[in-house]
């Protein structure tokens, strides 16, 4: 359902690229263009805004990493943002067994299916003989679909089909609860087409009884900004510890999913991606934003940059080259400094829309045999390349298992490479320099 509003954020950031430091000029198209997809998603304007606000002041004069590309880095800022929008780090159930939720929402929001959906699920995490009490008084058709999803995924069921004492099934449900063991007690109370004081004040007496240790609200995903509405009402009058939403796998713009925990306070704990009772996820606010983001993984390429390449590190290096004093020492140090991303193919893998391509094995090799040569060179050799002769080759060639042609190879690159750097030293390497960063 984020397929669009992934694509055009995708566009807006596409755009960034070639930038040395990213700034508030430079970014505010891609940052316009960024509110603007939120806001056709069905986002909250005020809530879009904010967003913005906060990507702008973290872009804004951060000195861009090396390895990565300004756009692949506020991509990282974007998603760490919509990871926040989304209620990072909130999306726990209260870890109390027996543990007893009250359901609530609207009709055919998806309360009854995703009742029997979270004792499936939480039962398969190791919840106790759970168990699910129906407290619709009106439908009965309502207390039917209960018990054959009950049957169906193994739980325990109380109802009473002739009561119209919600409070008193409420009762009934916790006693069979408890005789049976259970560590999971889920209520599945009436809906409403709209929210009103009659429905709020039989939850509130259901509530007084049960004193439910989660309040979750189930809204329906397409609903969009009507579901934050309604997310918001319910929340005001009974306190709401968490939200399913629920309809994902739709249409739907995606706006609610992303306003909601902002507007309402309240954090999203599930997700309904489809009618079957595993159609249920539990909500992972980190790998919705790079669904959202459609970035492939480029959020753990940003952080793997930040991790792995030591800054100074890199300074010292560049520094090095330009003063075309680098030797083999410092080469085998780079190349572990890339190696130490993972392999070529998992970079590669990470990439937006280049996960499919297969490297050939061939330039790993390569990069291993290399290694192996520098390695069985003493420090001082690899200091001073100028002392290789025939006698230091071969004894380097057996201690790396390669032939002696091999590392005649390297040293002749290396010698090469030696060479451009001498070059790039004077002025017209200067002007060369400044060609090829252009
Ligand atoms: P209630 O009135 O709130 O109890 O709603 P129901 O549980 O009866 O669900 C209403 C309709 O929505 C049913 O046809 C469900 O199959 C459907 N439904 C519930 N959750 C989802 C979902 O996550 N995805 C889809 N596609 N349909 C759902």
Request: glycine share 10%; proline share 3%; net charge positive.
């Amino acid at each position: 359902m984020f397929e669009t509003l992934s694509d055009k954020l995708s566009s807006a950031l596409r755009n960034v690229r070639g930038v040395g430091k990213l700034s508030e000029d430079n970014m505010a198209d891609a940052l316009k263009e960024v509110r603007t997809a939120l806001l056709s998603a069905d986002v909250h304007f005020k809530v879009a805004r904010q967003f913005v606000d906060k990507v702008r002041e973290q872009v804004v004069g951060q000195e861009v990493l090396k390895g990565v590309t300004p756009g692949q880095q506020i991509i990282k800022i974007i998603s760490d943002e919509l990871e926040q929008l989304l209620g990072s780090g909130e999306t726990q159930l209260n870890p109390k067994k027996p543990l007893k939720v009250l359901m609530v929402g609207l009709h055919g929001s998806g309360k009854t299916t995703s009742t029997a959906k979270l004792g499936r699920l939480l039962k398969k995490k190791g919840y106790a003989s759970p168990h699910v009490v129906a407290c619709d008084i009106y439908r009965p058709a309502a207390i039917d679909q209960l018990e054959i999803l009950a049957q169906a995924n193994e739980l325990g069921f109380t109802c009473d089909r002739t009561s119209k004492d919600v409070p008193a099934i409420g009762r009934a449900g916790l006693a069979a609860a408890k005789a049976a063991g259970s560590e999971l007690i889920i209520f599945d109370t009436a809906g409403r087409l709209q929210i009103d004081e009659d429905l709020i004040k039989e939850v509130q007496r259901l509530k007084d009884v049960v004193v439910p240790d989660e309040i979750i609200l189930v809204a329906d995903g397409a609903l969009g900004q009507e579901a934050v509405n309604v997310a918001k009402a319910f929340h005001e009058a009974l306190g709401l510890t968490g939200l399913i939403l629920t309809k994902l796998d739709g249409d739907a713009r995606g706006g609610a999913a992303l306003s909601i925990k902002s507007i309402t306070g309240v954090p999203i704990k599930f997700v309904g991606v489809g009618e079957k009772t595993e159609d249920f996820e539990t909500f992972h606010p980190d790998r919705l934003a790079s669904r959202i983001l459609g970035m492939g993984d480029v959020v753990s390429l940003v952080e793997k940059a930040q991790e792995n390449i030591d800054e100074k590190e890199a300074e010292r290096m560049a520094e090095k080259l330009r003063k075309a004093d680098f030797n083999l020492e410092d080469f085998l140090a780079q190349m572990q400094q890339v190696k130490k991303m993972g392999s070529m193919q998992s970079i590669m893998g990470m990439l937006p829309g280049m996960n499919n391509v297969q490297l050939d094995d061939g330039h790993e090799k390569q990069m291993g045999r290399t290694e192996a040569i520098i390695q069985s060179m003493t420090l001082q050799e690899r200091r001073k390349p100028m002392i290789l002769n025939g006698s230091r080759r071969m004894r380097i060639a057996n201690g790396a298992g390669v032939k002696v042609v091999e590392v005649n190879q390297l040293l002749k690159q290396f010698q090469q490479m030696q060479k451009m750097m001498k070059m790039m030293k004077g002025s017209k390497g200067r002007k060369m320099m400044k060609k090829m960063q252009g």
